[in-house]
């Protein structure tokens, strides 16, 4: 078992960065690959970015890739999604995800979820 703890969302203007964390504790952060994941209302989860167990490798979504980077500090059991230029439709709810296994961009892939942190993005 793994607990997810989002943190660092808020209100920002477009353009604006933001870097949101996740902690976990009940397991080493290592042994799991991670993810983040983000639904707007009316929509459905999506995957936003994924890391390895080791940080080696990192997968992205294509309306994220270049503006977003995602990254682990194993030693603080945490893992990062740095955001910047922010856009509108990058608001939405933001969650982190754990799964024991190599990286997947499947919402159902993971097993341990957060309980989301709000990102708000004024034009």
């Known amino acids: 078992q793994v607990q997810l703890v989002e943190s660092g969302g808020g209100l920002v203007q477009a353009g604006d960065s933001l870097r949101l964390s996740c902690v976990a504790s009940g397991r080493t952060c290592s042994r799991y690959t991670m993810g983040w994941f983000r639904q707007a209302p009316g929509k459905e989860r999506e995957f936003v970015a994924a890391?390895?167990?080791?940080?080696?490798?990192?997968y992205y979504s294509d309306s994220v890739k270049g503006r977003f980077t995602i990254s682990r500090d194993n030693a603080k059991n945490t893992v990062y999604l740095q955001m910047n230029s922010l856009k509108p439709e990058d608001m939405a709810v933001y969650y982190c995800?754990?799964?024991?296994?190599?990286?997947?961009?499947?919402?159902?892939?993971?097993?341990?979820w957060g309980q989301g942190t709000q990102v708000t993005v004024s034009s």
């Open positions: 890391i390895s167990q080791n940080g080696g490798s990192t």
């Open positions: 995800a754990a799964r024991a296994s190599n990286p997947s961009r499947a919402t159902s892939a993971y097993g341990y």
